[in-house]
Structures are given as structure tokens and as C-alpha cells.
């Protein structure tokens, strides 16, 4: 199982690769930025923010 932080630091890595802001990728995904956001921070869903 791949840990939260090396997820987020992984996800990070590959946008910032592409070029992306946070926005643009949000965007593209199809989610919103704070969804992405949280993702960097390693939360894969809302649940685990709390």
C-alpha cells in the first residue's frame, strides 16, 4: 500500500512535471482545487481530513 505522503508528494511531482498549477490540474481531473490540494497533503478522501 503506497503511504499517504509519498502519494502526495508523487502527485505534486507529476503536475508540477506537466507544468500545471494546482487549478489547471484540479481542472483537467475533474475535481475541485481544494479536492487537489488535499490530495497533495495526502487525504485520498474527505473522510480521513477529520
Known amino acids: ?3 499517504k505522503s509519498l502519494f502526495g508528494n508523487r502527485l ?3 503536475r508540477k512535471f506537466l507544468g500545471l498549477s494546482q ?11 481544494e479536492t487537489w490540494g488535499n490530495m497533495n497533503e495526502g ?3 474527505r473522510e480521513e481530513m477529520y
Not at 487549478?23 to 482545487?33: P, W
Open 12 to 14: 505534486k511531482e507529476q
Open 1 to 3: 500500500m503506497i503511504s
Open 23 to 33: 487549478a489547471q490540474a484540479a481542472e483537467n481531473a475533474g475535481i475541485e482545487r
Open 43 to 45: 487525504y485520498l478522501c
